[in-house]
């Protein structure tokens, strides 16, 4: 079974830092893209969540939403079936629900699973 269990979520004012886990289990990790999406206030769960990072599998190539770059920065811990993300300079406009999500591809068929989510508020 398949589970992901994000933390560090919280309320930061402008300008601060938080850093986010996802821990992973139930699947090959060190073989699994990971991702992190957001749904910021006001959307409908499941509605236009906003990709912010990918990181590969071997964590050597990662990717960004615009909105985030030089911000955030996606890690991954093989060793320990964890992806994190830190995000630093943080603006109001980063508050939203953020997920981790990965795919996975079993037979053709394709599979996503996403976490619970954790919040963050970023409020002075």
């Known amino acids: 079974q398949v589970q992901l269990v994000e933390s560090g979520g919280g309320l930061v004012q402008p300008g601060g830092s938080l850093r986010l886990s996802c821990a992973a289990s139930?699947?090959?990790?060190?073989?699994?893209?990971m991702s992190w999406y957001r749904q910021a206030p006001g959307q409908a769960p499941g509605k236009e969540r906003e990709?912010?990072?990918?990181?590969?599998?071997?964590?050597?190539?990662?990717n960004y939403a615009d909105s985030v770059k030089g911000r955030f920065t996606i890690s991954r811990d093989n060793a320990k079936n964890t992806v994190y993300l830190q995000m630093n300079s943080l603006r109001p406009e980063d508050t939203a629900v953020y997920y981790c999500?990965?795919?996975?591809?079993?037979?053709?068929?394709?599979?996503?699973?996403w976490g619970q989510g954790t919040q963050v508020t970023v409020s002075s």
């Open positions: 999500h990965t795919i996975r591809s079993i037979w053709g068929s394709i599979y996503d699973h």
């Open positions: 139930g699947f090959s990790f060190s073989s699994a893209a």
């Open positions: 990709l912010v990072a990918t990181i590969i599998s071997t964590g050597t190539s990662t």
